[in-house]
């Protein structure tokens, strides 16, 4: 049975720096990466957070008709991949929106996983932005990232291709 709801940390409607455009990005709970100096150290607790149902967060973005896509970001939103994989398909069947998600771990990582659905949810991604912040790679003239290790993959171009495409952001 599809899952109807999910464990979050919050949400800001109407986000400009997780991704391109105006975005509603929900915060998912529970993280296990412990990046030193992390900036949302409050996502880290799996039990902390509050569970929220796919409907009232449809009911929010579909509100705005200014946003261009949604973002799952953290804490660490593949602990999360079946609940978020079953938002996903919402997303793409009720909106038109884009969908950018965040991770910890790095997109090889996260196929090297061959967890059915981390699979799944990654390939109803369009953006993924990959790898744990490093402090000492931090960079604040990076778009939607905070490390130089940190890269924004364009999920289609690299599915279409067969192996990892740049978001090139940075020449915009
Ligand atoms: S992955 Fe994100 S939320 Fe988790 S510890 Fe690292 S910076 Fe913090």
Redesign the pocket.
């Known amino acids: 049975m599809a899952c109807t709801e999910l464990r979050l940390a919050g949400t800001e409607p109407e986000s400009i720096v997780d991704g391109r455009g105006i975005r509603y990005t929900i915060f998912v709970q529970g993280?296990p990466?412990?990046?030193p100096n992390?900036?949302?150290?409050q996502?880290?607790d799996f039990h902390g957070g509050t569970v929220t149902s796919f409907d009232t967060l449809l009911d929010k973005i579909k509100q705005n008709p200014m946003l261009r896509g949604v973002t799952f970001s953290?804490?660490?939103p593949f602990c999360q991949a079946e609940a978020l994989a079953d938002l996903a398909v919402r997303l793409k069947a009720e909106t038109k929106l884009d969908l950018t998600i965040?991770?910890?771990w790095t997109y090889e990582q996260l196929l090297q996983k061959h967890d059915a659905e981390v699979n799944r949810l990654l390939s109803l991604a369009d953006y993924l932005v990959d790898g744990?912040?490093i402090e000492a790679q931090r960079d604040l003239t990076l778009h939607f990232r905070?490390s130089r290790n940190q890269r924004v993959i364009d999920l289609n171009a690299t599915r279409k291709v067969g192996h990892v495409v740049l978001d090139d952001l940075d020449e915009e």
């Open positions: 993280c990466h412990n990046c992390c900036q949302n150290p996502t880290h953290g804490g660490e965040y991770s910890g744990p912040y905070g």
